[in-house]
């Protein structure tokens, strides 16, 4: 993906986001005494029938004006959602579920254009790019070389065991295992590892005949990884949403509205710290980037305490239980990936 590509991603997404976003009253440029869409006569800002603006916008600078304000303000939401979502996302959380939400950025909005921003800030700096060794060649030649030597001083080692009448056993198993070894380093060198994989590979035919091509082909599995992961990054709210709910079983108090408004906006954040780390390691501090990963727990910790109104024991043991079933939701989501890019 270019440059450009991942410009227009991080803009596509602040658009995209603001269309599932409430609108709020931001003025257009034309006012109607009835509405353009359905025809009812306007008493205000709104049609109160189909709820388009009684305002429309009509010149390049109005659609220009609203692509930059889809961008770069989210309605001003943005700058009272952000702080929160850092710092006491338990409060966001509560105030959005109990119906306060003129002010915030709605959690799925933030989503979309978290998770755009990512993969702009990903193409842009080339992280999701597989990163190819230019000594690979040689290092490939040293171990195929090693190999050989080893498989020699065995052979002779067995040719000795041979005239003293002596057992092979394990020297025969030794070098079967190696030769096996060399066969694939040199499968690599020549790319005829497909060809080998084919006959490494003990899998039913379904399963054996992706994996052939995939070994063959690595570049476009994980393109197709790295598309899908774009696309199908939604999954990971319905995944999520369950274990959570283990945490609270059969609370009447608790609803899946308010788990997936949880997990909709702690995504968002974990979203935008993997961007905000990477722009950081790009800055030549990776060090502190690398602190990030202390971030998350700390995080989820906030947000439940703050969220569902728990005690301080409460909250540190589910999150260590969240912790833990977020691992196997990201799990389970690398693998619907993989099965993904494995059958497409």
């Known amino acids: 993906m270019s440059d ?37 006569e306007l008493t205000g800002d709104y ?39 850092a710092w006491r996302p338990g409060e966001l959380t509560r105030r959005y579920i109990d119906g306060e939400r003129a002010k915030f950025v709605s959690p799925m909005a933030l989503f979309l254009f978290s998770v755009f921003l990512m993969f ?35 052979q002779r080692q067995r040719d000795d065991s041979v ?10 198993g030794q070098i079967a295992e190696l030769q096996s070894e060399l066969a694939i380093l040199k499968g690599m060198q020549t790319g005829e590892i497909g060809r080998i994989a084919k006959t490494q590979i003990d899998a039913p035919s379904w399963l054996s005949k992706p994996l052939e091509k995939a070994v063959k082909n690595p570049d476009l599995l994980f393109y197709k990884l790295k598309t899908n992961a774009y696309k199908f990054s ?3 709210i319905p995944l999520s949403v369950p274990f959570l709910w283990l945490l609270f079983p059969f609370s009447r108090r608790f609803r899946f509205y308010d788990h997936t408004v949880f997990v ?33 727990p700390f995080h989820i910790y906030r947000q439940l305490k703050g969220t569902y109104g728990l005690t301080t024991r409460s909250a540190v043991v589910r ?23 494995l059958f497409d």
């Not at 999701?128 to 001083?153: F, G, Y």
């Not at 005239?163 to 025969?172: F, K, M, N, V």
């Not at 999150?319 to 890019?341: D, E, K, N, P, Q």
Request: net charge neutral; aromatic share 6%; with cysteine.
């Open 4 to 40: 450009l590509e991942a410009v227009g991603d991080a803009a596509t997404g602040a658009v995209l986001a603001s269309t599932v976003e409430p609108k709020t009253g931001a003025d257009g440029h034309t006012r109607e005494n009835n509405c353009l869409n359905c025809g009812t």
């Open 47 to 85: 049609c109160h029938t189909c709820g388009q603006r009684a305002h429309v916008h009509r010149t390049l600078h109005a659609f220009w004006h609203d692509l930059l304000h889809g961008v770069l303000h989210f309605e001003g939401k943005i700058w009272h959602t952000l702080p929160l979502l």
């Open 120 to 154: 702009a800030v990903a193409s842009f700096t080339g992280s999701l790019s597989p990163r190819i060794n230019p000594n690979a060649s040689a290092e490939m030649r040293k171990n195929i070389a090693a190999n050989e030597r080893q498989i020699a001083t065995l």
């Open 163 to 172: 005239r003293a009448g002596r057992s092979t056993g394990p020297l025969d």
């Open 234 to 236: 939604w999954m990971l």
């Open 264 to 296: 909709t906006y702690s995504l968002s954040f974990m979203t935008l710290l993997v961007v905000t780390a990477v722009l950081i390691g790009l800055a030549g501090l990776p060090q502190l980037a690398g602190l990030a990963m202390l971030v998350p």
């Open 319 to 341: 999150t260590l239980l969240l912790v833990a079933f977020s691992i196997v939701a990201l799990s389970l989501f690398f693998l619907a990936l993989f099965a993904l890019g």
